[in-house]
């Protein structure tokens, strides 16, 4: 086992900025020490448990524009994990709201519809859960249950309209083929409103980076719901059902939900309630992936702050850093989106010509016009964490 | 038997129920108390019992108790009264 002592941004109480205009709270504490472990076919990534597995990417392997395969996060609820003959797999497309259902192979995915291919984040709806005060309950995660990579495959409408959508169809039902141990245990089934899974940027997707997808991340095909969080994104597909009426699974019921009306993003009308309603788009955010928490610089010596940021699909406008807790804010500049679905590099110099602390904190905008805020929602399930990062770096 | 032979064989049951355990799985080693050996036989059926580690900070006693209710009423874990009682008494008094 390969551990590795690790600085996590600030206690969970530094990592909250206070009510109070202008003293915002910085401050590092040492993490336990975390073990660094690989499954067969990826590098050692952290592990937060074993089974289902759920291993997340070290900050380290998230600084190239594209992340790797072979270090891209492993996300799974049920413990039983098939391994695919893609050569036999078919994946069948129907429903009650279906005009015919059909039967398909991977090749014939791949040879009778429009092959498309863009760069969009995937991220876990619980990201950065671990960071969350109060404390939610769930993995874990602090900042890598996410990455950015290229998906290729075809368009779900493509194949949906193949089948023929009866104008009654309300949502489209997911299912793959990961299983639990028990019959009593819900099998993982997630829906999208018909409007989403008809959306040009949700594929089904059999490539991730210009590879044939890695097993732990759904060979060999898996839905992309590029702007939404990874919950939508199934693995393992085996079946796609249109729906006259809302899917009534643990996995949309009951499970990835937030409180109504609190969150920005779009609405999933047919699942919502007075209380809760799914949890859908990816909220504006931002990752300093140049240093951590409590870095040390040397005086004298150019240094550059460095990350991404990015949103559910608006794209990012702005990305401005505040060296005196939030009074006054200097744009960084902006590397090139390679799509609005994508992260977008920022980029700013640090002045290391005085000795002393560099409270640094960063913020990013998108083109809807929405921005990270100062503060946590709070929300039972440690949902949409994009709270303004700071950093105390020190100039020595 | 000593700790680790006790707890190897808790893990042998299920292997012997047909249960895949992931590799490295074992290492995991909760706090040898009372009890210890059942809340590994019974959770172990569908996770890995790091999960009681890792949910070590966030859960009290009431947290537990929400959550093993959760394992038998919403997924399905065969686990009578006495026994899911034995084991929310074990993970808010050792977690």
Known sequence: MVTRRRVVAGSIGGLLLSNLAGSWAFGAAEAAEEPLLALPGKRALIKRTFRPPNYETPLADLRSQITANDSFFVRYHLASIPEIDARTWRLRIGGASAKRTLELSLDELKRDFERVRFAAINQCSGNRRGLFAPRAGGVQWTYGAMGNALWGGIRLRDVLNRVGVKGDALEVVFDGGDGAALPGTPDFVKSLPVDRALDAHTLIAFEMNGEPLPHWNGAPARLVVAGWTATYWVKHLTSINVEPKAFDGFWMKTAYRIPTGVFPGARFASQENAQTTPITEILVNSLVTSHVDGARLERGRPAELAGWAWDGGSGISTVETSLDEGRSWRAATLGAASSSYAWRGFRMPLDTAKPGPLRIAVRATGRNGARQPEKLTPNPSGYHHNMIQTLALEVA | ?95
């Not at chain 2, 038997?1 to 047909?18: C, E, K, P, Q, S």
């Not at chain 2, 040898?32 to 949910?55: E, G, T």
């Open chain 2, 1 to 95: 038997m000593n700790t680790h032979v006790r707890y190897t064989a808790a893990l042998a049951v299920l292997l012997l129920a047909g249960l895949a355990v992931a590799a490295g799985e074992e290492s995991v080693q909760l706090q040898d108390a009372p009890d210890r050996d059942l809340v590994v036989a019974r959770c172990s059926v569908c996770h890995s019992v790091d999960y009681v580690q890792m949910n070590a900070p966030v859960l009290d006693r009431a947290g537990w108790q929400k959550s093993v209710r959760k394992m038998i009423d919403q997924f399905g874990a065969p686990i009578g009264e006495a026994d899911a009682n034995r084991i929310v008494e074990y993970l808010a008094t050792h977690y």
